[in-house]
């Protein structure tokens, strides 16, 4: 099997597993944490999404993968921003804590590659 091969094996996958989570959200109860978790569902996806995105970044050129970090920063600010409104001033699950982490590890990861490429 190719790289590229296993690369659109591995979104399939991971595209199978987020509708799954979408739908099982639907099975939530309808009080607040339950409704907080269901508008949660698209944000967790896209964190997601963005932290695995990142790590193909260095398989752009270098003016596409520079705006590929620009808009992983304006979609992890955005999906934060989203899971602070649906969770009000409770803090967040640790769970979310780390998925925004983690794509805010991939931008910097992702950002030294970059940078590196950018010096060599």
């Given at each position: 099997?190719?790289?590229?091969?296993?690369?659109?094996?591995?979104?399939?996958?991971?595209?199978?597993?987020?509708?799954?989570?979408?739908?099982?959200?639907?099975?939530?109860?309808?009080?607040?944490?339950?409704?907080?978790?269901?508008?949660?569902v698209p944000a967790i996806i896209g964190l997601q999404a963005i932290a695995?995105?990142?790590?193909?970044?260095?398989?752009?050129?270098?003016?596409?993968?520079?705006?590929?970090?620009?808009?992983a920063r304006v979609g992890i600010e955005r999906h934060t921003a989203d899971l602070r409104?649906?969770?009000?001033?409770?803090?967040?699950?640790?769970?979310?804590?780390?998925?925004?982490?983690?794509?805010?590890?991939?931008?910097?990861?992702?950002?030294?590659?970059?940078?590196?490429?950018?010096?060599?």
């Amino acid at each position: 099997m190719s790289e590229t091969d296993a690369s659109r094996l591995t979104w399939a996958v991971l595209l199978g597993r987020w509708v799954e989570f979408a739908q099982s959200a639907v099975a939530l109860p309808d009080d607040a944490d339950g409704r907080a978790w269901k508008r949660s569902v698209p944000a967790i996806i896209g964190l997601q999404a963005i932290a695995m995105a990142l790590r193909h970044a260095d398989e752009l050129p270098a003016d596409e993968r520079a705006l590929g970090i620009d808009r992983a920063r304006v979609g992890i600010e955005r999906h934060t921003a989203d899971l602070r409104q649906a969770f009000g001033d409770d803090a967040l699950h640790p769970m979310l804590s780390e998925l925004i982490l983690d794509a805010w590890s991939a931008v910097k990861q992702t950002q030294a590659i970059d940078d590196s490429h950018k010096s060599s």
